[in-house]
């Protein structure tokens, strides 16, 4: 099935969750079923690290692997989420909370490619990512280099990035959040207003999900 067709084959509608590390992606998207409890479809959550290839992504984390590696094993992680998950219920009509899309990786790479020498270029990144189609909205919580420092370890483990890494990256998301479709999320506030305010946008942009908003 071409990209072409998957995006008119489906139905539902589907949300990525963007940020640098330990913004507060995966704590939103846990709560949010609760907060849009009224939505007339069902809602399901996805996002990287969960394929049968997620132990072999985690000890490459570990061990900190190349722009290379990461490319391929986490276009493969996603590939995974895609198929399974995120298409069969997009076909269904329901609404998808993805955490870390397709920007994760091109910016994420991006910034690894720029200080490092590589086998890939970015436009490969690109390349192999594009087939993944393209979210309804991407919510992009922002919280500064020095928060995420401090807020510990990655949720996802594997070893965390620098102060000044992470300052690129969102730069660069930042950047990217100019141009596309982006609502941005102040991620320094307590975790409950952020929430609310994300399923505020959510019931916003797609009314006819919601019974009272019609």
Not at 29 to 50: A, Q
Not at 87 to 92: F, I, N, Q, Y
Request: charged share 30%; glycine share 6%.
């Amino acid at each position: 099935m071409h990209a072409e067709e998957t995006v008119t084959a489906c139905k539902g509608k589907l949300i990525a969750f963007e940020g640098i590390d330990r913004a507060g992606k995966t704590s939103v998207i846990e709560r949010l079923p609760d907060r849009l409890g009224d939505c007339r479809v069902s809602i399901v959550r996805t996002g990287e690290l969960r394929s049968p290839i997620a132990s072999a992504l985690r000890k490459m984390l570990d061990q900190r692997g190349t722009a290379f590696l990461k490319t391929y094993f986490f276009a493969s992680d996603r590939a995974w989420a895609y198929k399974v998950e995120c298409l069969p219920a997009l076909r269904r009509g329901d609404l998808v909370l993805w955490d870390r899309y397709v920007d994760t990786a091109i910016v994420y790479r991006a910034v690894e490619i720029s200080r490092e020498p590589s086998e890939i270029k970015l436009p490969f990144v690109k390349a192999i990512n594009r087939p993944f189609m393209r979210p309804d909205l991407t919510i992009y919580i922002d919280i500064s280099e020095h928060t995420s420092v401090g807020r510990g370890t990655p949720a996802g483990g594997g070893r965390p990035y620098s102060r000044d890494f992470l300052r690129e990256v969102r730069v660069r998301y930042l950047r990217l959040a100019s141009r596309e479709k982006y609502s941005i999320i102040d991620g320094e506030r307590p975790i409950e207003v952020i929430v609310a305010e994300v399923a505020q946008i959510i019931r916003d942009e797609f009314k006819e999900l919601f019974p009272c908003l019609q």
